[in-house]
């Protein structure tokens, strides 16, 4: 029977239809094929990027150039730039307004084909490092509101470039998704004076159906309306706002965890391709004290349809419940191993 979930954040409904789960041809799995061997993000090719903005570097080696374990570039094709004015112009009845901000590329490796959840430890938690580094210096232009830090694995998530990296673009207001979250958590803390997504981690430790992974600092669980199948979120046990504010027990933690549940994904889901987004708090902002951090883990095994785009709302053909078991015991095997 299908079933209709609530999220306990924005109040989004989303349709949980096992029965669709059978259909053929519906899931993307297996690896995609991969093509390049080398590109302008491998090491010695430094001359083909943007001058890096942070660079993690061996002793001795110089500014775009090899020597480095972790880079931070501008997109040579960006989103949003750094000139413009915020103000917003009348065009008939529209608005407009130039697309001020940053955006960057964080190069997580420089092996060209190994991908974070095979990566070592030391590695993935600075890849961490890097986007905190990033969040705390780009807070400092008095024009952005927020700050998305993201990853596009695989063609059909969107990565047009097969080197492991993930994304940051800043902007100057704040998403419509992310408004609605910090208005789901501020409704919620002034009716019952607690953080909506403490309670929800609360629950889900003590019902531990949908339990993942579960760390000192940190804890990944299918969310209760998945959207996705296998859709994981990762969310600090201790309340934090802002991802910026983590250090390094927090850091190490999120590291190990992310990666033995990418290391599970991999194995239960033929390593598909997946979109992984940061929700931290605005910057330059007033109180977000009511606001947790979070990181959502979003496979696109399924394809986003007429219904979605229609309506708004996700069909999920794989229980979140069911997902999270095959992820703990996968995960629990990639801990063994480890």
């Known amino acids: 029977m299908p079933e209709w979930r609530k999220d306990p954040v924005t109040g989004d409904w989303v349709v949980i239809a096992a029965e669709r789960g059978r259909r053929p041809f519906e899931c993307r799995t297996g690896p995609e094929e991969r093509r390049q061997r080398s590109c302008a993000l491998c090491a010695g090719r430094e001359g083909e990027t943007p001058p890096e903005v942070l660079a993690f570097r061996y002793p001795g080696s110089g500014p775009d150039g090899p020597g480095w374990w972790v880079r931070v570039v501008p997109n040579k094709f960006p989103a949003v730039c750094a000139e413009g004015e915020l103000e917003c112009r009348a065009c008939g009845p529209y608005e407009v307004m130039d697309g001020v901000g940053a955006h960057e590329v964080i190069v997580e490796s420089t092996d060209h084909e190994e991908e974070l959840a095979h990566q070592s430890q030391r590695q993935v938690e600075e890849v961490l490092w890097a986007w905190r580094a990033r969040l705390l ?43 609605r979250e910090m208005e789901g958590a501020r409704v919620r803390f002034q009716l019952f004076g607690t953080c909506v997504f403490c309670d929800v981690l609360e629950y889900e430790l003590r019902e531990r159906d949908r339990l993942v992974c579960v760390g000192d600092h940190v804890v990944a669980f299918a969310p209760f309306a998945s959207r996705f199948p296998y859709e994981v979120w990762v969310v600090g046990r201790e309340h934090r706002p802002d991802f910026a504010d983590l250090g390094e027990p927090q850091i190490r933690d999120l590291a190990r965890v992310l990666r033995r549940v990418l290391a599970g994904l991999v194995e239960v889901a033929c390593d598909p391709p997946y979109n992984m987004v ?27 349809a007429g219904f979605e785009l229609g309506t708004g709302y996700y069909i999920n053909h794989t229980a979140p419940e069911v997902a999270a078991r095959l992820l703990r015991e996968r995960t629990a095997e990639v801990q063994a191993i480890v």
């Not at 007033?286 to 496979?299: A, K, T």
Request: without cysteine.
């Open 278 to 304: 940061l929700h931290t708090a605005p910057v330059n902002a007033g109180d977000v004290s009511f606001y947790h951090w979070h990181l959502e883990l979003l496979p696109r095994l399924t394809v986003i």
């Open 137 to 179: 210096d780009l807070r400092r232009d008095p024009r952005l509101r927020y700050i998305q830090i993201f990853k596009n694995k695989g063609s059909v998530a969107g990565a047009s470039l097969e080197h492991t990296h993930s994304q940051l673009i800043a902007i100057s207001f704040v998403p419509a998704r992310i408004a």
